[in-house]
């Protein structure tokens, strides 16, 4: 039974179990780091368990709107907050075009108990670990976001990379709005404010390198700055001030209807983009379900597990040994490998936020 509190807060209903999507494992966990999460309730429930009542409220700010979510064993309820000041729409129309963008924004359109039982079939090693984790999918994210939280992420943590994400939306992009915690939530929580990821043109001019560098971004500031400028020189400026998106995010989500090696060739030519970081994106935004990120965690698995030669000893991550590692595992778990990737990876992390 759905609790009361849920309904009397204006949230939608999609019927959703969790094996098709859970929230806390897909949310904290190193894809996005712009989600807002407040407990509802005591304790963090194990990934898969049966909950009536939701325990967690998730908020994340679009250019137009604050999207929040909560999660029962059986639905995903969503609502929509919009500026004053902004357009008028009815209840109805704002909240199909919320509904819209979840599923697009989760793939829902793609069988998550059929990907599961798939490389099963094909891999007694991810048979063995979905007895455990469920809900676990891939984003499909903004492409400029995605191409500069990537850029922060090289040698980060998540805690820091979160850090560095916000601080871009808090010094670039105006408020959007702001918005008290929702009820239940602990007294620690006060009114927050919601902002949008910045664009392009907001983070090219040189002078934002060096505030990146007071912020704590260290070499990555330049990164930023550099990538920001290349793209907005490269594509230009919107003929409208203020309009989004801009030809610079106009070209990175043409990226998509590219090759898989067309679109990371692209993306390699940016400043701080690497084969990891240019991977990374192609998987999380640019619909790319197949690439597999490769790191040296991901070689030990590869030898651990699927039957890759190498040595005990450590190993430089040249070109050629990433391009192996990556045929390996793709021809293991097929054309969504990088998603079946995600499943063991995201794994690890949910312990960590589960037992903290």
């Known amino acids: 039974m759905t609790s009361a509190a849920t309904l009397a807060s204006g949230f939608r209903k999609l019927p959703l179990s969790l094996a098709q999507l859970s929230l806390v494992a897909v949310l904290q966990c190193g894809q996005s780091f712009r989600w807002s999460v407040f407990p509802l309730t005591q304790g963090v429930p194990e990934v898969g368990t ?49 509904l819209s963008w979840i599923r697009d924004y989760f793939q829902l359109d793609n069988d998550l108990l059929e990907l599961y039982e798939e490389w099963s079939g094909r891999d007694p090693v991810f048979r063995n670990l979905r007895l455990r984790f469920s809900g676990i999918r891939m984003l499909r994210q903004d492409p400029f976001e995605c191409l500069l939280s990537f850029i922060c992420s090289s040698n ?4 820091r990379i979160t850090k560095m994400v916000r601080s871009l939306c808090t010094e670039y992009s105006p408020a959007l709005l702001s918005l008290p915690p929702p009820d239940g939530a602990a007294e620690e929580f006060g009114i927050e404010a919601y902002h949008p990821f910045p664009p392009p043109s907001a983070l090219s001019a040189p002078e934002v390198a060096a505030n990146l560098r007071k912020l704590g971004f260290g070499y990555r500031a330049n990164f930023i700055q550099k990538t920001a400028k290349m793209l907005v020189d490269a594509h230009g400026l919107s003929s409208i001030v203020g309009a989004r998106p801009e030809p610079a995010e106009e070209w990175l989500f043409k990226l998509r209807a590219m090759t898989t090696a067309d679109a990371r060739a692209e993306l390699l030519e940016l400043m701080g983009v690497g084969r990891k970081v240019a991977d990374c994106i192609l998987l999380m935004s640019m619909d790319k379900p197949e690439v597999v990120p490769v790191d040296t965690h991901v070689h030990d698995i590869a030898k651990k597990y699927y039957g890759f030669s190498g040595s005990k000893a450590k190993t430089n991550m040249t070109p050629q040994l990433y391009d192996m590692i990556n045929t390996r595992l793709t021809a293991v778990w097929g054309t969504h490998a990088g998603w079946a990737h995600t499943v063991g990876s995201q794994t690890a992390c949910y312990l960590v936020v589960a037992t903290n």
């Open 50 to 98: 049966d909950t009536a009542t939701p325990t967690h409220e998730y908020r994340f700010c679009l250019q137009d709107r604050v999207v929040c979510l909560r999660q029962t064993s059986d639905a995903l309820y969503y609502r929509s907050v919009c500026p004053p000041s902004s357009e008028l729409l009815d209840d109805e129309t704002r909240e199909a075009r919320t």
């Open 156 to 159: 980060n943590n998540i805690k």
